[in-house]
């Protein structure tokens, strides 16, 4: 038996939209071994009733892609999985299951594909690399898709950085808070995000906490999916009065996330206070990047 352990992840960390991502100290537990006949599926954990035990599955399905490309096809499998990461909340939870599923049968099937590869299939599935290169590599990944492939550069986060997690008691499917995006940005924008872009990894390599807070601004996606998420514009003010160096939307939403370097705890209170403001229950965790990506581990039956 196989089991792969793999952070959550957010993604865009403000402007670097569909292009950053960083992994987080939150984990799901993938297990897989060829069982039987057919296919079992057990789930537990947070949203566990949500996550379906069928050919629907997303580790599952991450799985095929493996079988179908070093051409194996197992008699039974038996997958299951200890879900921590909340879903649908913009902390890359499908992303999590994607590269715990190519792990798991890669490593059954021999680990006849390498990193680049699996990362690779992880990115066609998913539709992008800003949640599945940290999931698998770990740290902070800045990733282009150029000529047919994933190309990165992975930043080992800042010592001191924490990060803030409040998680709304609400999903958002990533397709909505794509639909609410326009079709297209003016010049400006367009700089001002690659500006601030620029001067992010700048600050992260050199763990400049100072630069944070004029980086993590964003024009492109941010301020459209706001109406979706009742308080946002008021936790994001909320969070940088209290000491946040920076506040960002975590991927596609609704969890917000607040960057510092001290007074986490003082963040989190105004953080939860002012979403309960606004109508939202939120939990909040206080999390630290995760130099480390998924790893494996082979388990005695």
Excluded: W
Aim: proline letters at 6%; aromatic letters at 4%.
């Amino acid at each position: 038996m196989v089991r792969v352990q793999i952070p959550a992840t957010t993604a865009n960390m403000g402007p670097g939209f569909d292009t950053l991502g960083m992994a987080l100290k939150l984990y799901n537990i993938v297990e897989m071994d060829t069982y039987g006949q057919g296919l079992q599926i057990e789930v537990e954990g947070d949203g566990a009733e949500k996550i379906p035990r069928d050919s629907g599955n997303i580790v599952y399905i991450a799985a095929t892609r493996v079988f179908r490309q070093v051409d194996f096809e197992p008699k039974g499998l038996r997958i299951r999985i200890i879900n921590n990461i909340p879903l649908a909340r913009g902390l890359g939870s499908s992303a999590a299951a994607i590269v715990g599923g190519l792990i798991a049968a890669n490593i059954l099937t021999g680990s006849k594909l390498n990193e680049k590869e699996i990362l690779s299939i992880a990115t066609d599935i998913e539709g992008h690399p800003d949640n599945v290169a940290p999931a698998l590599l770990g740290g902070i990944i800045v990733s282009v898709q150029s000529e047919g492939e994933v190309k990165y550069s992975k930043i080992e986060p800042p010592s001191k950085l924490k990060c803030v997690v409040a998680i709304p008691d609400f999903t958002l499917p990533t397709k909505l808070a794509r639909e609410v995006l326009p079709s297209s940005v003016s010049i400006i924008d367009a700089v001002y995000n690659i500006s601030r872009t620029a001067l992010l990894v700048t600050a992260l390599i050199k763990q400049d906490f100072n630069l944070l807070a004029s980086s993590m601004d964003d024009r492109l996606h941010q301020p459209y999916r706001a109406n979706l998420i009742p308080g946002m514009k008021k936790v994001f003010a909320a969070a940088k009065l209290a000491g946040a160096r920076g506040i960002v939307l975590s991927g596609a939403g609704p969890t917000l996330i607040a960057f510092c370097d001290e007074n986490a705890a003082h963040i989190a209170g105004v953080m939860k206070e002012t979403f309960l403001q606004s109508g939202v229950i939120t939990k909040v965790m206080e999390l630290e990047p995760n130099p480390v990506g998924a790893v494996a581990f082979e388990v005695m039956k």
